[in-house]
């Protein structure tokens, strides 16, 4: 099992940038893969970016690519999304998650273990 905790949430101004971290802690070894999906209100959850910890490859939405980067420390158990130029469209709810995936960008559902999730709001 996986713990994953979301920290950087927040709410800003459109244009903006805010910095999301998710630390990993327990069988960090059990996956290769992390990312971030989102949810809105009303909205299906929605995959946003996502880094294989093996050949260090990262995916991207449509909707944020030129606009987040996705990156991985070292030790692979902390997951970094900068989030740049940010917009009102992109106000949800972040999500952590860690599994494993042959897929380029996971589905939500793909992956086996997720954070409890931090809000950001642009406004």
């Known amino acids: 099992h996986v713990q994953l905790v979301e920290s950087g949430g927040g709410s800003v101004q459109a244009g903006g940038s805010l910095r999301l971290t998710c630390a990993a802690s327990?069988?960090?070894?059990?996956?290769?893969?992390m990312g971030w999906f989102r949810q809105a209100p009303g909205k299906e959850r929605e995959g946003v970016a996502a880094?294989?910890?093996?050949?260090?490859?990262?995916y991207y939405a449509d909707s944020v690519k030129g606009r987040f980067t996705i990156s991985l420390n070292n030790a692979r158990n902390t997951a970094i999304l900068e989030m740049g130029n940010l917009k009102p469209e992109d106000t949800a709810m972040y999500y952590c998650?860690?599994?494993?995936?042959?897929?380029?960008?996971?589905?939500?559902?793909?992956?086996?273990?997720r954070g409890q999730g931090t809000q950001v709001t642009v406004s």
């Open positions: 880094r294989y910890t093996g050949d260090d490859k990262a």
């Open positions: 998650a860690a599994g494993n995936s042959d897929l380029t960008l996971p589905e939500p559902y793909e992956y086996a273990n």
């Open positions: 327990g069988r960090t070894d059990s996956y290769n893969v």
